[in-house]
């Protein structure tokens, strides 16, 4: 069974700060990877797809890597902004499975 | 449409009243998920459906749960006598098809407070 960790849980940092929000996963049999971001009282918005086949994609400040055989992928947020203040979750699909399991999130706070 | 709608935004209901809770997915996703998202936990996931297989309802929490999905378009999550622990936001996504590589698509949920 996939299980997906989130590390840190909360992260404070200054605006204009390159960070790296992290996510494991226990199965490296994952079909795809998606990193979501969800502000409070708010559904989820999806930021970035990663293939099994892909390492990384980037959007805009977005980077996001995977790296099956460690069961790693880290989202990294070039000079951050307070309005990227949010939750970001992590989520990973199996490869015989239909469903994502999520992790727990990062909530991000970017002081100005 | 556009994105993925879910009505009610927000419902309160009493103790032991069943509720409904609509999603309607993006137009031509034949998967539909339903997760639940209690205050402070991660996303719990309750049941998906792919076209016109039987839906897997292995997340359900219990039998109050059900959901239909009709002419496999809308969905509608049943919960019956519903009890204060199932005061949750409740979400809807939608994927091109089950087995594909496209991501979920969420809607912005229902929030439902069991009072």
């Known amino acids: 069974k996939q299980e997906v960790t989130q590390i840190p849980a909360a992260l404070s940092v200054p605006e204009g700060e390159n960070l790296v929000l992290n996510c494991s996963f226990t199965?490296?049999?994952?079909?795809?990877l998606q990193w979501f971001r969800q502000d409070p009282g708010k559904g989820l918005t999806s930021l970035l797809l990663i293939q099994s086949s892909q390492r990384e994609q980037t959007s805009g400040r977005l980077n996001a890597s995977l790296d099956k055989s460690s069961g790693r992928s880290t989202l990294y947020i070039a000079a951050s902004q307070p309005g990227d203040s949010a939750t970001y979750l992590c989520a990973g699909k199996e490869t015989s499975g239909s469903r994502l399991t999520f992790g727990e999130g990062t909530q991000l706070t970017v002081n100005p | 449409g556009a994105g993925v709608s879910q009505s009610p935004s927000n419902k309160v209901t009493e103790k032991g009243k069943d509720v409904e809770l609509r999603c309607d997915p993006i137009s031509g996703h034949t998967a539909l998920y339903w997760y639940r998202q209690s205050l402070g936990q991660g996303l719990e996931f309750l049941i998906y459906f792919q076209g016109n297989s039987a839906p897997d309802k292995s997340g359900l929490p219990s039998d109050r749960f059900s959901a239909e999905r009709t002419g496999g378009s809308v969905s509608t999550l049943t919960i019956q006598r519903t009890q204060q622990e199932d005061s949750a936001v409740y979400l809807c996504?939608?994927?091109?098809?089950?087995?594909?590589?496209?991501?979920?698509?969420f809607g912005s949920g229902t929030r439902l407070t069991v009072v």
């Open positions: 996504a939608s994927s091109l098809t089950l087995t594909s590589g496209d991501g979920y698509t």
């Open positions: 199965d490296s049999a994952i079909y795809n």
